[in-house]
């Protein structure tokens, strides 16, 4: 889009980022221009303001406004056992490298409500490497983390569960991970022992250690190229050499510099090894 | 008014109360009745059923007292008698309660008087008295004893009837009273009864009502109402239940309402979601296709830029490409022609030599041979050695005569050389001896001269040198007709640049003549075959035309070069230049270059090489900064007699260049230099990835071997430095050091496996059997990487690695380590040995991750990627005798920091989290400072600090927390929970250096 037919209104999204930028920190700007577009379209309409320009005003002097503009604009769909298949390659091809760490820390970065870090412990512990590892589940977004640390899924959430897991290869009984009540699902305690849930901005915030997983799925794909390559750059900071990241279904990693560093481990799968 | 059920209840009970009352009343009324006639009775008739009898039996006494007085004849006994009439006086009085007066009044008349006649007559009869009178008183007497007894019997005299009477009144008292109480009793109840009826049935209708009103509201009738009756609590029961009914009523509807609103929402949600899932998974695909097409266009963008780059690439060498082909067309031609003339001269040659040189040549030899050896001993010295002098001539003819044979051998590059030790001598002599006599003959005088700084003897092809020159003096003899032919060797000029080679281990064989020189235009082509120095004009002097080529293809095979430096009309001067040591690598390379006429190369000026001697391509193992021309020759001769291959930089910035650019092993650095200084390219050099890795080692006047360890190099070494320490310098530089890998395993056969594997990774493997060899080994050698067995017996592991940990903080010269172990280490231990290693976990499977493992740290170093950051700056920082706590669950942090602090000298402790610090705090209360990073699981670095502040002991502890966190507010939070300072990850060691030093520092003044 040149800047001469850049709409009044794409005009007003980002200085709203701009303005979210300059009075809270979170950074947006290089976020997907279209889906970020959309996402402030939405919140507009959710918060029944008349314009854009309101909107603003009210995100710069109202912290609730802010957040519940931040929760409108993530996106937070997530799922147990998400994309099957995903997770059968990462029990048959990446599971039997990762029992050669004697102690392992993964991260799942973008967990939104915590499906994903439960998954993932869920199946460590079928795989009996749960006791050797740290789980380190971050969002962007406050609210999301509540939930992901509550553990607690509506019980519609069940079938599909069960089915994705038992596509997954996943040979335990779920109901030793899961208490069943009322009209929802918990997960167990000795399911939710290894995760350790905490705020973190891929964004602005810096790596904070050395993983041999990253869990990085369906976040990319919000962000712009420029970001996406920022992103990816810390993801690989933060992996130890041969360490795995692992990327949405629909993401794939390109040919640029620091795409490069990672090899295909299981293309059809998103997995990738960082051999820097 | 109202009449509440209260008011009821009392009033019913207060009725029954007073109707009880009335009953108890009216019973006793009536008992009293009945009670007052039986104490008539007891109170009349009873004392007169005893006194009566009682009065009997006194009179009795009172008439037998008398008799017995007056038997007895005792006057004073009659006194008796009184007592006992006053005794029933008594009775009489006693009883005159129950006594009907009269009788008894007129009982004590008659007492009275039998008394008085009873005394009168006693004492009469006790006087002995007698006579009518006496009878008549005796008479009257008894008549009056018969009267009171008369009167005493009516007055005891016990009244049956009476009695009867007085029971008949109680118990028509106690009948009457009975039915008294009964009727009001029954009355009483009957009205208590009534009363009660009345209310209990208004009371127990209204609670029906109310059951049945609360049963239907529980039916979910809550528009049937419960009758309000009355006033009283149930009815505002009712009321009140009637008033529930109505809300429950309104809510339910409203409930009502707002589920069929929910479900409309929900359904609308539902059909929103679906909607937006679908939009969302559409949007995803549009993204992912966004993406891809992104990807394509950009892809058919780089394409396209790329053609069209192309193109015009294309479109400029296809111009520049006509050119040449004009160009080369036109030589062609030349070639052409050329060629028809050189293939002309060629076949004639080979033919002439073939049939018609080699047979007078072949008895020449032979001839000359014969006479040389003066069998008849009649020639005189000088006989014999014209003699051998032809022979000799005769051999090198021959020899020539071959190698033009061989010429085409030559050209296909098959031409092969016999490196061995020649004495120069040997070689100059024999030209002396050949053309000596020539020079002579042309009235030249010919010089040899061999300089001082020449070696004996050097290591080539002695023949081919005798070739080449052969053909230079020979040619100098030929072409000169007056003056003189010289031969000299010596080193090289320095003026001179030389391509290849370096001049300290290069000798020039120098001919020099006063020929007719060549001229300029003509010097091109001097080396060309079948050219000679003057075209047609110089065909006179007859020769190959060979001899210059075939001469410049030999020094060139030889690993050196041939040259021409003359001027025209002043004679020409060649120069062979040739290394003392001929490269037998070169060997291979050499002849297909030598294949290709390069007639361009001659005049192709050397390039300006700024580096003082010049290294083969790609295999530049050492770099050497230093503007001293002297040193560097020194240092030179050094590195080339342990055939390393070097380059100089004369000044820091083209240092800093070819460090990047070649990546050389290692780097001797000197402080002053004419542009930056030595500190400086040092700080250049660790900042730049692609060098950091790059062991410096200093050798400068400049005396300050701290600064430049403290800035990470290897060593210094203050000039003037002994040769034995500069050859130590280099070699420990120009080690091998990116492929070889030290295994540590006691089991021979697993060692053995690791080491073939390893093979495969073109390593060089060494494998030693106990962690002390190890240590032996790694003082020798240095090893880019190595393998530990943590089953390893004889030393513990942590030490080994502990050991390595400090020799890694002082010097680069450490290899990276891999620990492997088939038995799962605890948490703890694991956590301790990755902060000093990475660990393969063996589970009988793979070796791959063990492989895997070097394979990307050879990489890495290759890459020229540090192994881990090194603190640059901070070097007055000291922290010996510092306790030191670090907190973090990343290793990668704790490994760094540690090395870095333990490097200043301070004792650092680790704890993985908050928890485990707050314990550690607890053992080692003399910890000196914190280092805390904030993101643990099990309890955070806030929460930790919060702890550690809490506790009075640690209110100064000085506690620096580590973030990754970068946005607003995330550095208050640190402060707020207690921490001195803060620092943003990852982190900068000398940051963290300086932060600790000063408030130790502060400390101490404080
Ligand atoms: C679609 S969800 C992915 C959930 C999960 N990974 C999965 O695949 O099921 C994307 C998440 O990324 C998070 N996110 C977006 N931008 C982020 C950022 N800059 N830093 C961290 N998380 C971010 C959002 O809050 C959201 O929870």
Request: proline letters at 4%.
């Amino acid at each position: 889009m040149s800047d001469s037919d850049e709409s009044v209104e794409a005009i007003e999204v980002r200085l709203l980022l701009e303005a979210i930028h300059a009075r809270w920190g979170y950074d947006f700007r290089d976020y997907a221009a279209s889906s970020m577009h959309r996402r402030v379209l939405a919140a507009l309409a959710a918060s029944g303001l008349p314009h854009l320009g309101e909107l603003q005003h009210r995100v710069l002097h109202d912290r609730a406004a802010f957040s519940d503009l931040l929760d409108r604009i993530t996106v937070r769909v997530s799922e147990m056992f998400r994309d099957p298949a995903f997770y059968r390659a990462l029990r048959d091809r990446v599971v039997p490298l990762l029992r050669t760490y004697p102690i392992l820390r993964l991260w799942n970065a973008g967990c939104a409500t915590g499906q994903e870090a439960y998954t993932t412990a869920i199946l460590l512990i079928e795989e009996g490497l749960y006791e050797r590892s740290q789980i380190y589940a971050t969002d962007l977004s406050q609210r999301a983390l509540e939930q992901a640390k509550e553990g607690v899924y509506p019980a519609s959430d069940l079938p599909a569960f069960r089915t994705n897991h038992a596509g997954s290869g996943g040979t335990s009984d779920l109901a030793s991970h899961v208490t069943v009540a009322y009209d929802h699902i918990a997960m167990r305690e000795h399911v939710r022992k290894n995760i350790h849930f905490f705020h973190h901005d891929l964004v602005s915030d810096h790596v904070f250690g050395e993983m041999h997983v990253v869990f990085c799925r369906n976040v990319l794909i919000y962000f712009g190229r420029k970001l996406r390559g920022r992103v990816l750059e810390k993801l690989a900071q933060s992996l130890c050499p041969g360490g795995f990241l692992c990327l949405g279904d629909s993401e794939r990693l390109g040919d640029s510099d620091v795409e490069r560093r990672f090899k295909p481990f299981v293309a059809e799968r998103a997995i990738y090894r960082y051999e820097p | 008014m109202r009449l509440t059920l209260r008011a009821s209840l009392i009033a019913i009970v207060s009725i029954m109360a007073a109707a009880f009352l009335v009953v108890i009343v009216a019973s006793d009324l009536v008992t009293s009745r009945v009670r007052e006639r039986l104490v008539e009775i007891e109170q009349r008739q009873i004392p007169r059923l005893e006194l009566g009898p009682r009065i009997a039996a006194d009179f009795a006494e009172l008439t037998r007292t008398f008799q017995d007085a007056v038997a007895a004849q005792d006057a004073d006994a009659l006194e008796q008698t009184r007592r006992v009439r006053d005794r029933i006086v008594a009775r009489l009085e006693e009883g005159k309660a129950v006594f009907d007066p009269a009788a008894s009044e007129e009982l004590r008349v008659a007492l009275d008087a039998y008394h008085e006649l009873a005394l009168d007559v006693s004492r009469r009869m006790i006087a002995g008295e007698g006579g009518e009178e006496m009878i008549e008183r005796i008479t009257r007497m008894q008549e009056a004893q018969a009267r009171a007894q008369a009167q005493i019997d009516r007055v005891v005299a016990f009244d049956a009837r009476y009695l009867r009477g007085a029971f008949d009144d109680a118990r028509a008292a106690l009948l009457a009273g009975g039915r008294t109480r009964l009727v009001i009793t029954g009355t009483c109840l009957a009205l208590v009864l009534g009363l009660a009826i009345v209310f209990t049935r208004g009371f127990v209708r209204s609670i029906a009502a109310l059951h049945e009103g609360f049963a239907r509201f529980g039916k979910g009738e809550l528009d049937a109402l419960i009758p309000v009756r009355g006033n009283d609590e149930i009815a505002d029961v009712a009321a009140g239940a009637n008033q529930m009914a109505k809300n429950l009523a309104e809510l339910e509807a409203e409930r009502e309402r707002a589920a069929a609103e929910t479900r409309e929402l929900l359904e609308r949600t539902r059909e929103q979601a679906a909607r937006l899932q679908a939009q969302e998974e559409e949007l995803r695909a549009t993204n992912e296709e966004l993406q891809a097409q992104q990807e394509e266009l950009r892809l058919t963008n780089e394409e396209l830029s790329e053609h069209a780059r192309q193109l015009s690439e294309q479109r400029a060498e296809l111009e520049a490409k006509n050119e040449e082909l004009r160009e080369l067309s036109r030589r062609l031609e030349q070639k052409a022609a050329e060629l028809a003339t050189v293939s002309a001269f060629k076949s004639q040659f080979l033919a002439n030599m073939s049939h018609e040189l080699r047979t007078p040549l072949n008895s020449m030899l032979l001839l000359s041979q014969l006479l040389a050896d003066n069998p008849e001993g009649n020639l005189t010295p000088k006989q014999v050695e014209y003699a051998r002098t032809v022979n000799g001539a005769g051999k090198d003819l021959l020899f020539l005569i071959n190698q033009v044979l061989d010429l085409a051998k030559i050209e296909a590059g098959r031409q092969e050389i016999h490196v061995e030790p020649v004495r120069v001598e040997d070689i100059v002599e024999r030209i002396r001896r050949v053309f000596a006599p020539l020079a002579a003959e042309k009235g030249l005088s010919f010089d040899v001269g061999i300089a001082d700084d020449v070696p004996r003897s050097i290591t080539t092809d002695g023949q081919r040198v005798g070739q080449i020159l052969t053909n230079l003096v020979g040619n100098a003899v030929k072409f000169t007709s007056r003056g003189a032919v010289k031969l000299a060797v010596r080193r090289p000029d320095p003026s001179v640049e030389l391509r290849t080679l370096r001049r300290e281990t290069t000798i020039a064989f120098v001919v020099t003549d006063t020929g007719s020189g060549i001229a300029s235009e003509h010097r091109e082509r001097i080396f060309e075959p079948f050219e000679q120095g003057g075209e047609a004009g110089n065909r006179r002097h007859g020769g190959t035309g060979l001899g210059l080529a075939i001469s410049r293809e030999l020094a060139t095979l030889l690993g050196g070069e041939l040259r021409l430096e003359s001027t025209a009309a002043e004679g020409s001067t060649f120069v062979c230049y040739l290394p003392e040591r001929c490269e037998r690598t070169e060997k291979t390379e050499e002849p297909r270059r030598a294949a290709t006429p390069a007639p361009k190369r001659a005049a192709t000026p050397a390039p300006v090489a700024r580096d003082g001697g010049a290294a083969p391509d790609d295999a530049t193992h050492l770099l050497v900064i230093e503007d001293d021309p002297l040193f560097l020759e020194v240092l030179g001769r050094i590195i080339g007699e342990r055939g390393l291959s070097w380059l100089a930089a004369r000044d820091g910035a083209t240092g800093l260049r070819l460090a990047r650019e070649r990546r050389p092993r290692g780097i001797i650095l000197d402080v002053e230099l004419p542009d930056i200084d030595g500190w400086r390219v040092m700080e250049a050099l660790r900042a730049d990835p692609a060098t950091a890795s790059i062991p410096v080692h200093f050798v400068s006047a400049t005396d300050a071997p701290d600064r430049g360890l403290a800035l990470g190099a290897v060593g210094y070494l203050t000039k003037p430095a002994a040769k034995k320490d500069l050859v130590r310098v280099v070699e420990s530089l120009g080690r091998q050091r990116a492929h070889r890998v030290l295994v540590v395993e006691s089991d021979a056969s697993r060692g053995q496996t690791l080491a073939e594997q390893l093979a495969t990774l073109e390593v060089e493997t060494t494998v030693v059997k106990s962690a002390r060899e190890a240590l032996d080994v790694l003082e020798k050698k240095s090893f880019a990487c190595m393998i530990v067995d943590l089953s390893v017996p004889d030393i513990e592991e942590l030490e080994l690695l502990e050991i390595l940990q400090r020799r890694a903080a002082a010097s680069q010269d450490t290899p990276a380590v891999v620990l492997y172990t088939d038995r799962p280490p605890s948490r703890s231990e694991a956590m301790r040995f990755e902060s000093y290693a990475s660990v393969v976990l063996d589970e009988g499977a793979s070796t791959d991750r063990l492989l895997d493992e070097v394979r990307l740290f050879l990489r890495r170093l290759e890459a020229g990627m540090p192994r881990r950051p090194t603190p640059n700056q901070s070097v007055g920082v000291r922290l010996e005798g510092k306790k030191l706590l670090v907190v973090d669950d990343d290793m990668r942090t704790v490994y760094a920091l540690s090395a870095a602090l333990r490097a200043k000298g301070a004792e650092v402790l680790v704890a993985e989290n908050g928890a485990v610090a707050l314990e550690m705090l607890d053992a080692n209360p003399d910890v000196d400072a914190v280092v805390m990073d904030v993101m643990m699981p099990e309890m955070d670095g806030y929460e930790a600090t919060r702890r550690i502040r809490a506790q009075p002991r640690f209110e100064r502890l000085p506690i620096v927390s580590l973030t990754a966190k970068a946005m607003k507010g995330d550095a208050e939070r640190s402060i707020e929970a207690g921490a001195s300072a803060y620092l943003p990850k990852p982190i900068d060691a000398d940051a963290l250096l300086s932060l600790l030093h000063s408030f130790f520092t502060g400390e101490e003044k404080a």
